[in-house]
Structure formats: structure tokens, C-alpha cells
């Protein structure tokens, strides 16, 4: 059984900092892509950034900057650091990855969300 556990939300003023953290467990084989997608209230979920198993890094025009992504491999976690954070930065955050299981079954996983809530 794989999971991912997403930590980290919660609640800062405009202009502040947090940092996300989402670690893979189970009986993994390998990890490829992982990534950060959020989804505010009444809008679909966007993705905000992802990240390649050798490190290569995507991100949302919106976080251009801002946002940070990186991955231990070692540890099977992926991380987002989230700077200069605004109020239409307000959303349920979900960390996603593509897990190749012991058995060789290769999917795509969600965590459970984290909120993240920036005030004015």
C-alpha cells in the first residue's frame, strides 16, 4: 500500500513564508515525476510545480520565483518552499507522484491536502 502524507500548511500573513513537505511510503520500487498541485475554492486544481527524479524542475507562471520545489530521493519526499506568499495563494494543497510499486505496477498518487491560508 502506497501513500503520500503532505505537511506543513497552515495559516500566514501576505508576504510570509511556509514550506510543504510530502513524504512517499510503502513498498516502493521507484519514483518518477513528483509534484504540487493546489485547488482553491470554486477553481479547478492547477498544477504549481513538479519535479523529475534527476531534478529537473516546472513551475506555474503564478509562482515564478516565489515557489521552490525539491526532492530528497533518498528519504522518498518532495518539498515546496513557498516565499512571498499572497492572498490568491489560498488553496488545498496536494503533493502527486508516479510510483512504481514492489510489484513492478506502476500509478499515480495524491496525497490527502494540506490548506494553506495567506491573509491580507
Known amino acids: 500500500q502506497v501513500q503520500l502524507v503532505e505537511s506543513g500548511g497552515g495559516l500566514v500573513q501576505a508576504g510570509g513564508s511556509l514550506r510543504l513537505s510530502c513524504v512517499a511510503s510503502?513498498?516502493?520500487?521507484?519514483?518518477?515525476?513528483m509534484g504540487w498541485y493546489r485547488q482553491a475554492p470554486g477553481k479547478q486544481r492547477e498544477l504549481v510545480a513538479t519535479?523529475?527524479?534527476?531534478?529537473?524542475?516546472s513551475y506555474a507562471d503564478s509562482v515564478k520565483g516565489r515557489f521552490t520545489i525539491s526532492r530528497d530521493n533518498a528519504k522518498n519526499t518532495v518539498y515546496l518552499q513557498m516565499n512571498s506568499l499572497k492572498p490568491e495563494d489560498t488553496a488545498v494543497y496536494y503533493c502527486?507522484?508516479?510510483?512504481?510499486?514492489?510489484?513492478?505496477?506502476?500509478?499515480?498518487?495524491w496525497g490527502q491536502g494540506t490548506q494553506v491560508t495567506v491573509s491580507s
Open positions: 502527486n507522484a508516479q510510483i512504481r510499486d514492489y510489484w513492478g505496477s506502476f500509478a499515480n498518487y
Open positions: 510503502g513498498r516502493i520500487r521507484s519514483i518518477n515525476s
Open positions: 519535479i523529475t527524479s534527476a531534478g529537473s524542475t
